[in-house]
């Protein structure tokens, strides 16, 4: 028992099993891959700076570490949230701008939404074929209108997952809340779509040949009943 009420801790159960079937492994692979794109893109970008709340991340040091020199360099252009966005500034985040009560700091949370809502937002990551990339640009270096169909799925994703986090997986249960992405040109016309745009088409359940995203931890741990304050600035 807790202040809030009872705890479900049976839930914990089903979680940690996940963890030794290497459920998350995708999450780490993701992060992973998503600092490099973001570090080789500021590289060449020399005025690129990324956003992220993942200093505290473990992998933080093991790409710079492992990967690359000079890390005081790189620290140099990792966003302090201290500091209010500025417009002449190239921002770039990785995928854990899904992430919206952890991945992105209060203070940015508000620009963050205007930028999304504007379709201030570009794909970076070339190859990536997901409806959700490794890397964006968001901000105003980025033209109003650029992409509002990827904009869109991030808010999507974001009230529908009410903000908490998100995770790119094979596998699923009945524990977590899952959604299956289609491209548009293979979408299931058979099943209901609960969001599509030009682009994507979204399920709420299993789609043959689908992207599934789940929630990162089982619903039942989830307060929907008590949205963030942050949640507001979505509507």
């Not at 949230?81 to 921002?91: A, E, L, R």
């Not at 074929?129 to 890397?135: A, C, D, E, R, T």
């Not at 209108?145 to 699923?172: E, W």
């Not at 994507?200 to 619903?219: G, I, Q, R, T």
Request: glycine share 4%.
């Amino acid at each position: 028992m807790t202040h809030d009420g009872p705890l479900p801790t049976g839930a914990y159960f089903s979680f940690y099993r996940k963890i030794k079937e290497g459920f998350f492994g995708q999450t780490y692979r993701d992060d992973i891959d998503s600092l490099k794109l973001a570090i080789d893109f500021m590289s060449i970008q020399k005025d690129a700076v990324l956003i992220s709340n993942v200093r505290e991340y473990y992998e933080y040091q093991l790409v710079l570490n492992n990967h690359y020199n000079d890390i005081d360099k790189w620290k140099e252009r990792w966003y302090e949230d201290s500091f209010p966005i500025k417009s002449d500034v190239k921002y770039i985040m990785i995928w854990k701008y899904l992430w919206f009560r952890r991945g992105i700091s209060d203070q940015i949370k508000p620009q963050f939404v205007q930028f999304l809502k504007n379709g201030q937002v570009r794909n970076i990551s070339d190859s990536d074929k997901s409806p959700f990339p490794l890397l964006i640009e968001i901000g105003d270096t980025v033209p109003k209108g650029n992409d509002p169909d990827l904009a869109n799925r991030i808010l999507f994703m974001i009230k529908y997952y009410h903000g908490y986090g998100i995770v790119h997986s094979k596998q699923t249960s009945d524990l977590l809340r899952s959604t299956y992405w289609v491209e548009k040109t293979a979408a299931n016309k058979q099943e209901q779509s609960i969001y599509t745009d030009n682009q994507w088409s979204c399920y709420s359940e299993k789609v043959p040949n689908s992207d599934l995203w789940v929630s990162e931890f089982p619903v039942i741990l989830y307060k929907e009943s008590r949205p963030s304050k942050s949640e507001a600035l979505l509507d």
